[in-house]
Each structure stands twice: as structure tokens, then as C-alpha cells.
């Protein structure tokens, strides 16, 4: 397995738990740290506005066996993209939802990685 397949089925889990992460902190609304809700249901629906889940699952997919250069990183370009509308929401919210930011500092560090890649 190459560099750049491991790279974007990393980058598929990452999604994966970053959907779940939301998820569960939107179903726990008693968690001391969830305050506004609302906020927390604002990204859920970011995510499935940018389908986060389809392009994880295609992005494993499509890098199981091979390694699709083009279609690796246009997925990842649509990830990239949902990330960076999240993170600006995110910072204008940062009261509510500092706790996401890690999660999308590693999410913007995989993109990243993969596309300095791109186009070489």
C-alpha cells in the first residue's frame, strides 16, 4: 500500500469518527460543555450538506486496492472544502464548540498532506 492510499483511508476514518464525535455530542445535550445545541446541529447538518459520510466511504473505497490520483483528490478537495465552512462557523461559535478544533486541525493536516501531493 502506498503513502498517498494510507494517507486518504486515514483521512476516511478521521471523517468517519469526526461524524460520530458531532453526532454523540448532539444526542448528549447534558455533557457540561454543550451549552447551545443548537450550534452542535448547525455542524451536523454542514456535514450532511457536504456529505462527509459519502466521500469517506468513497475515498476508502476507491483506495482499497489502488491508488486514484484523480479521484482521491478531488474527494478530498470536497472534504477540504466542507472543513473549511465548518472551521469558519466554528470560530465564530468558538464559545460552544472549542472542542471541535482539534479534531478539525487533524482533518485540515491530512487534507493538506495529500494534496502538496497533488498534481506531482
Known amino acids: 500500500m502506498s503513502y498517498e492510499m494510507r494517507i486518504a483511508t486515514m483521512l476516511a476514518d478521521q471523517v468517519d469518527r469526526f461524524i460520530r464525535f458531532v453526532q454523540e455530542n448532539y444526542d448528549n445535550k447534558h455533557k457540561s460543555y454543550v451549552e447551545n445545541p443548537d450550534k452542535w446541529y448547525q455542524v451536523k447538518l454542514l456535514i450532511e450538506e457536504f456529505k462527509f459520510q459519502l466521500n469517506a466511504t468513497e475515498l476508502r473505497r476507491i483506495n482499497r486496492f489502488s491508488w486514484n490520483e484523480k479521484y482521491t483528490y478531488l474527494l ?14 466554528v470560530e465564530r461559535n468558538y464559545n460552544e464548540l472549542f472542542i471541535i ?20
Open 101 to 120: 478544533t482539534g479534531r478539525l486541525h487533524t482533518l485540515r493536516s491530512l487534507c493538506s498532506s495529500l494534496l502538496k501531493g497533488e498534481g506531482t
Open 76 to 89: 478530498v478537495n470536497d472534504i477540504k472544502k466542507g472543513l473549511d465552512v465548518i472551521g469558519e462557523y
